[in-house]
């Protein structure tokens, strides 16, 4: 209880903060829409290696924050939450953001000038890195439970199976299968102004992806932003080779940007019960065409 407790007064000073800093930037302004590039993702799937290619265009501001539906503690943030960090940034600031697909946070952006981009992983990689992430960062509000798990391999399937309620016995705190967490996103693969990237598709021949795709990707992200740039200038700049991967978080922690490093830890009981609970997802998202994997 005075954990829960302590992280409730310290969210409720956290936005106090940001109330008074969006109130103080909204009458510097006139009251005007900022200008956003809304750079989203489910978590652990790439933010910054897009990141990365986005505050390389001239004009864009890197922001050194991230807005969440989540609080690193486990509660959920609210939506005024969400408004006034939004707010508080610069305009022309590219925003990193772990946000799902919802009313609420379209009205949100709809206070604003956005340009809205999602990016999405093989959610099989993508736990692996979840597992890898829980275990590293101590803040996480699963990193205990996680950490008193024997191996990588238990470690690993509560990534895919999610954490029920009460479980380990007494336990406050719950996670969702990957399936049913990823739905809350799934939104922003069809929503009209948004556009979504695969990670692998941007990934590029250094993280075992390729190349042309990568380029192609970057063209779809300036047209997006409504930005003349030659093919030339696109592959001078933005190739895999030219940008330096240790400048992206994804690289560093996310087994160096490769793609199907899965498949060096599913065991039997992995694979199974990722069939049962996101097999037919996978095959929505593209990443499969049948269970038979």
Excluded at 15 to 41: E, Q, W, Y
Aim: aromatic residues 10%; contains cysteine; glycine residues 6%.
């Amino acid at each position: 209880m005075s954990y829960q407790l302590n992280n409730v007064l310290r969210l409720h000073a956290r936005d106090a903060i940001f109330f008074t800093n969006s109130l103080t930037a909204k009458t510097l302004s006139g009251n005007r829409p900022k200008n956003f590039v809304i750079c989203n993702s489910y978590p652990k799937s790439g933010t910054h290696l897009l990141y990365q290619i986005l505050y390389s265009i001239p004009g864009l501001k890197k922001w050194d924050d991230i807005i969440s539906v989540q609080a690193l503690c486990g509660i959920m943030n609210t939506p005024n939450h969400i408004r006034w960090k939004l707010g508080s940034a610069p305009s022309d600031s590219i925003v990193r953001s772990h946000l799902m697909c919802s009313q609420e946070i379209l009205d949100i952006f709809s206070e604003h000038h956005c340009k809205l981009f999602f990016i999405y992983r093989d959610l099989r990689d993508l736990a692996v890195s979840h597992a890898r992430w829980i275990t590293k960062e101590k803040r996480i509000f699963l990193h205990d439970i996680y950490q008193q798990q024997p191996s990588f391999d238990e470690q690993l399937m509560s990534s895919i199976v999610g954490m029920p309620l009460g479980s380990p016995f007494g336990s406050n705190l719950s996670q969702p299968n990957i399936a049913q967490d990823f739905s809350r996103w799934h939104g922003w693969l069809h929503h009209p102004n948004t556009l979504a990237i695969k990670f692998e598709d941007l990934v590029g021949e250094r993280g075992g992806g390729c190349e042309d795709k990568r380029l192609r990707i970057v063209s779809q992200i300036m047209e997006h932003l409504q930005i003349s740039m030659s093919a030339s200038e696109i592959e001078t700049k933005f190739s895999s080779q030219a940008m330096n991967p240790e400048e992206s978080h994804t690289f560093k922690k996310g087994g160096k940007g490769s793609i199907g490093g899965w498949r060096k830890h599913f065991k039997a009981d992995h694979k199974a019960e990722f069939k049962k609970i996101a097999g037919n997802l996978l095959i929505d998202l593209g990443y499969e065409t049948t269970l038979d994997w």
